[in-house]
């Protein structure tokens, strides 16, 4: 993939720097600000002059871009919403032809209602780092649209554009370890999302142990920019906490002695490609490659954050009345004000067996106005197919598994015969499938508001 991608850039910047002779810079821009002058220029490309002429331009509007301040930038955004969206008198003429049943008028009628910013980005894209530099774009503008949800149609078009230029076809993985590039290696410290990791000896601990594994998936379009990575671990059995993995002392597993592989961070490094679904394949096809490796491994599991968990347990202590928690718990849980609770042993063994059904009822029974669960993390492990497997009250005491969810960690885990079963209960019938050892953690009694156990 290397060299082919290395030619297509080296042409394309080739093109890019012939064109940038054509392009009169003499001529006088109109308007008074760079916004305009970027707008005019956007029109330009949209005209279609010559390819060579195409790519310096869409190179020189990306460069002018980049260097924006931010109210520039929106304002930009606000230019692409409100002057290249549909063409109003094509779209206008193509539904008069389709109700006179000409019969190119439902291609007519397609083209015509496409935004013309969508051709625009295609556009863009033909520059040299065209790619990466559009995911940047989406990133800022998805930051703008914190408070500017009027924008949403421009984040529109390119989600659907990267949907299409991020297909699953396109995606390349690699296994990542202490051979791969420096500079892949300093962007998997910099992009770890879940377990930071510290320093150099702790990524060397992380990809070239022989008891761990990490991959990443690439796109021809950006060589050097992982998309979203994986790190495994493999274990004698599931754990139930993340510090034996991440301890840099612990005892070195032969690979050939283990049994179980644990999913232990996944990390999604662009934000301009939030909802372009990677996390998915990358599960699926690492399953795949580490059990080609490994015929020995007979359990794949995570070890998952729970990131909603704290806040959601915040506010039902809040509330009034709550069906989750009855006096007693509520007694228990004002242990968890205190800063220091996690460094008692009592205490944290009190707070495990309060948290562990009312976690249950956080994954079994809360929901999201849509009718969902409401963790992200177990939505994306139910909709992939796995199945909730285990809960473990106190499996991250680290400052953000304290802040996020009290310390709670959860096992999900991934049986390759039942990934399609368990995908379609819990995408169509919106069924979350969970081992028994958590199912017996709950039964809300309506009486008492408290949890019991199920006998």
Not at 184 to 207: F, N, Q
Not at 292 to 297: A, D, I, K, T
């Amino acid at each position: 993939m290397g060299s082919n991608t290395s030619f297509v850039a080296d042409l394309l910047a080739s093109i890019a720097e012939r064109g940038r002779t054509l392009l009169d810079r003499s001529q006088r821009v109109s308007g008074a600000t760079r916004v305009e002058t970027l707008a005019e220029r956007c029109q330009t490309l949209l005209s279609g002059r010559g390819e060579a002429s195409g790519v310096a331009l869409a190179a020189d509007i990306l460069d002018r871009y980049a260097h924006m301040k931010t109210g520039e930038a929106i304002a930009f955004f606000e230019v692409l919403a409100e002057k290249f969206g549909p063409d109003p008198d094509g779209l206008a003429a193509a539904i008069e032809a389709y109700g006179r049943k000409v019969p190119s008028a439902v291609a007519d009628l397609h083209r015509a209602s496409e935004p013309r910013r969508q051709e625009l980005f295609r556009r863009f894209n033909l520059a040299p780092g065209g790619t990466l530099s559009l995911v940047r774009m989406r990133e800022q503008l998805m930051e703008a649209m914190v408070r500017r949800r009027d924008l949403a149609e421009v984040d529109r078009d390119f989600a659907h554009l990267f949907s299409s230029w991020f297909n699953r076809g396109f995606l390349v993985l690699k296994r990542i370890d202490w051979s791969t590039p420096a500079n892949v290696l300093e962007k998997i410290i910099r992009y770890e999302a879940v377990h930071a990791i510290r320093d150099w000896d702790d990524l060397r601990a992380r990809v070239d142990s022989p008891d761990r594994r990490c991959y990443a998936f690439f796109h021809p379009a950006l060589v050097d920019e992982p998309l979203i990575f994986v790190e495994v671990a493999l274990m004698k059995e599931s754990p139930g906490a993340i510090f034996p993995i991440l301890d840099p002392a612990r005892p070195l597993l032969r690979p050939q002695d283990a049994t179980t592989a644990v999913f232990y961070s996944i990390s999604n490094c662009q934000k301009g490609l939030a909802g372009v679904s990677f996390g998915n394949f990358l599960i699926k096809q690492v399953l795949e490659e580490i059990s080609r490796e490994l015929p020995v491994l007979t359990t794949f599991v995570t070890l998952s954050p729970v990131p909603g968990f704290r806040k959601w347990l915040d506010a039902e202590r809040r509330a009034e009345q709550s069906v989750v928690l009855s006096a007693a718990d509520r007694k228990a849980l004002e242990a968890l004000d205190a800063p220091d609770w996690a460094e008692k042993p009592e205490l944290r063994e009190e707070l495990a067996g309060v948290l562990a059904p009312i976690a249950a009822y956080y994954f079994l029974a809360a929901r999201t106005p849509k009718g969902t669960p409401v963790d992200p993390v177990a939505r994306f492990h139910l909709g992939n197919g796995a199945r909730l497997e285990r809960i473990n009250p106190m499996g991250d005491l680290s400052p953000k598994g304290l802040a996020q969810a009290a310390g709670l960690m959860v096992n999900y885990r991934y049986t390759p015969a039942d990934i399609e079963k368990n995908h379609e209960a819990f995408a169509g019938k919106g069924e979350i499938v969970a081992s028994p050892q958590v199912r017996k953690l709950l039964k809300v009694d309506p009486a008492s508001r408290a949890l019991v156990p199920v006998t």
